[in-house]
């Protein structure tokens, strides 16, 4: 079970739009519409961003969009506001009924 | 409204046993399906650690499942970690959430584990 492969860092300033790939393999990412995207402000638990690929639950901001083409997800920010700055994680389903999470992503909003 | 709290020993011994509880409030365990546990090394990444069912199934990562027992206690809306032999490579944040809908929604505080003699 190998973590999903992600960016170490990327930075924005405000305003902007950054983009956050999360590559996997056809035993996950590319398998299943299972994509989640979680964000992880310093000292606290991680909170769930987009689930199903695309879906945002209640509450979370339209400035936050997800996608997936083949084995690789991506997490879009628009609009990058300060309180973004956070860690991103991407997480998947797989095919051994397990749950792989990426390394994550420190996101710096200049 | 959910709310998770995880706890238990701070400071486990090497090659000892480290026994985790969540207290599951504002719902019943039994509405969701299934309940996950996931860890944070002090500066690194998520690792998945398992899940189990209100059924009683479980799923568990595929490096720690010969150390891992994963179970729930319906009745004081209790979910339980356990895990056996560890060493320094545990020391972690432990974090319960509410799985199902293939997502995490709702996650509990965490709870450092220093592994330590």
């Known amino acids: 079970q190998s973590a999903l492969t992600q960016p170490a860092s990327v930075s924005g300033s405000p305003g902007q739009s950054i983009t956050i790939s999360c590559t996997g393999s056809?035993?996950?990412?590319?398998?299943?519409?299972?994509v989640c995207w979680y964000q992880q402000q310093p000292g606290k638990a991680p909170k769930l961003m987009i689930y199903?690929?695309?879906n945002r639950p209640s509450g979370i901001s339209s400035r936050f969009s997800g996608s997936k083409s083949g084995n690789t997800a991506s997490l879009t920010i628009s609009g990058l506001q300060p309180e973004d700055e956070a860690d991103y994680y991407c997480?998947?389903?797989?095919?051994?009924?397990?749950?792989?999470f990426g390394g994550g992503t420190k996101l710096t909003v200049l | 409204q959910v709310q998770l709290q995880e706890s238990g020993p701070g400071l486990v011994e090497p090659s000892g046993t480290l026994s985790l509880t969540c207290a599951v409030g504002?719902?019943?365990?039994?509405?969701?399906?299934?309940w996950t546990w996931v860890r944070q090394p002090p500066g690194k990444g998520l690792e998945w650690v398992g899940e189990?069912?209100?059924?009683?199934?479980?799923n568990y990562n595929p490096s720690l499942k010969s150390r891992v027992t994963l179970s729930v206690d319906e009745s004081k809306s209790l979910l339980s970690l356990k895990m056996t032999s560890v060493s320094a490579a545990d020391t972690a944040v432990y974090y319960c959430?509410?799985?199902?809908?293939?997502?995490?929604?709702?996650w509990g505080q965490g709870t450092l584990v220093t592994v330590s003699s």
């Open positions: 959430a509410r799985g199902g809908n293939h997502r995490f929604d709702c």
């Open positions: 504002g719902a019943s365990i039994s509405g969701g399906d299934w």
């Open positions: 189990i069912h209100k059924s009683g199934r479980t």
């Open positions: 056809s035993s996950d990412v590319g398998n299943y519409n299972y």
């Open positions: 199903g690929v695309s």
């Open positions: 997480s998947s389903y797989s095919t051994t009924s397990t749950w792989v």
